[in-house]
């Protein structure tokens, strides 16, 4: 079994992009031909057409980025027939080799928590298994390390929030705490657990969400946790750009994951791509044009 | 429509007990006769246990208490199958006028967060929609404010997680924001979305949950938010007894849904109730015996 950080940051370097597309489907947002005779309210029909919009996505982007990331929220929102898409949907990207890091959110107190980490973490249960887990560390550290014996367990990974792209994140993620702030205190947790969860070695099991919306941020967060991988939502749509988050990336160019979900998988919406064939190119050339976007700056950081 | 807090109040003055029933089914602690033939592994098998089960508590205690409180792990863990018995067991409490305070402890930015307050808070939508949700403040207010809004558009309420029940939930929530901490600073902004929600008079539709295992912050949080319904868990099984959670309530006795979970639905593990009937009945003796006890403080509290 290959510990998850390895895995992930085997993967990355195998498709030469810290790519990472979100499926974060919206019905009012899909291709006008998927929802085509489909009733919004019918939540089965729904889920069939949020089910096949991911399907054909990981099919477009299979060969060019490393991991997807499924909003939890826009599946939970069908019900129960929205819970079986995103697991059909998991277990679409897991049979073509792309790495899934489930966007849920969860947190909770001891037992609970193990229920949640099995719940997505657990290749043995009949669940949706994603290979990480975004967690929200809150209720405390005993409340994260349910996630991480589970995910330690069968090679799987965390994600920790510890400053969020949101423009409200500061509230409460920036109150001072001592001569840091709680995110950095929240990050020095998040690299204990990762650094154990690796002997110290390259990048653990463990990792931290931090917004491509606060650049400078990033920059101190990359060197004050040196085992945990980054997962940097906010680029794109949110804000962020290509320069913003080169700050998530060690000197040989590893250890962050780049999220884009809206401008990459309703780029058929958008008037540059207006040209393309139909949504499905568009897909593919916002992603291809993400990634060279990010490689270029990358690159210029590093020389 | 009733606002949320009124419709709380009423319904708890009404049953003449805050005592809440948390609904949280573990296969391996479910009772013999409903586990008998049933293989864990199997999650639809597993899930319409967990439904019986949880539907049958709620035909014993529906006219004893006002409000039960589904824990939506461990439905999650069973995958869909689970999120289709949770969808059952909130309609069936609907159905029988008990108030359904779902515990998903949400939180994400905000058109993500308005996804999950429409899954679980809008009756339009074909999913699983209770009275009132947990959630997770860590990312912000502006990241409560979807599920507020969403809240206050169908008469529900919101339930922000202030000062957790877990003995390490002291790491992050305890951190001394200026002459304060972090979780009274939270306090605070739930006491300002909860005036709003009810121009100021009487319990507004946004909550706090505070731990029983916590008396003394119980107190003060009590004084601190004086328009927020007070959800306390952790009374029970997990330490906190009926004089603990006494500092929730005001001085007409309102203000404070108790809640008990495994002391309650797995009552018949308890040598206590050995003499009882059957598991049934060791739930019907087990609640009756909580809410005496609650009253029996209460009441001392008072006079």
Redesign the interface.
């Known amino acids: 079994m290959i510990p998850f950080g390895q895995r992930l940051t085997a993967a990355i370097q195998l498709k030469q992009t810290p790519l990472m597309v979100g499926l974060?489907p919206?019905f009012e947002r899909l291709p006008p031909e998927l929802t085509q005779g489909v009733e919004a309210?019918?939540?089965e029909q729904a889920a069939a057409a949020y089910e096949k919009f991911c399907v054909e996505i990981i099919d477009v982007v299979a060969d060019l980025v490393a991991v997807v990331k499924p909003?939890f929220?826009?599946f939970?929102?069908?019900?129960?027939?929205g819970?079986?898409a995103l697991?059909n949907v998991v277990r679409y990207a897991t049979d073509r080799k792309i790495i899934v890091i489930g966007d849920a959110?969860?947190?909770?107190?001891?037992?609970?928590?193990e229920?949640?980490a099995?719940?997505?973490l657990n290749p043995n249960?009949?669940?949706?298994c994603c290979d990480a887990l975004t967690v929200?560390?809150?209720?405390?550290?005993?409340?994260l390390e349910p996630f991480v014996n589970v995910a330690l367990e069968h090679g799987r990974g965390v994600f920790v929030?510890v400053k969020?792209?949101?423009?409200?994140?500061?509230?409460?993620?920036d109150?001072?705490?001592e001569n840091n702030t709680?995110f950095e205190?929240?990050a020095d947790?998040v690299q204990k657990l990762a650094e154990t969860s690796c002997s110290g070695q390259g990048y653990g099991a463990v990792g931290a969400v931090v917004g491509a919306t606060y650049p400078e941020q990033l920059v101190k967060l990359r060197q004050r946790m040196k085992n945990a991988p980054i997962l940097i939502p906010g680029f794109g749509a949110q804000g962020g750009t290509a320069q913003d988050v080169v700050g998530g990336f060690d000197s040989a160019g590893n250890g962050a994951v780049i999220n884009s979900s809206r401008g990459i998988i309703f780029a058929y919406e958008n008037e540059k791509w207006s040209d393309c064939r139909d949504w499905r190119d568009a897909v593919q050339r916002a992603t291809v044009e993400s990634i060279a976007a990010l490689r270029e700056a990358i690159g210029a950081a590093q020389s």
């Not at 959110?105 to 928590?113: E, L, P, Q, V, Y």
């Open positions: 974060d919206r309210q019918n939540s909003q929220a826009f939970e929102q069908l019900g129960p027939a819970m079986n697991k959110k969860r947190g909770d107190i001891g037992s609970t928590a229920a949640y099995n719940a997505y249960i009949d669940g949706i929200n560390p809150f209720m405390g550290v005993d409340t929030l969020t792209s949101n423009p409200g994140s500061g509230k409460f993620q109150v001072p705490v709680l205190t929240v947790e």
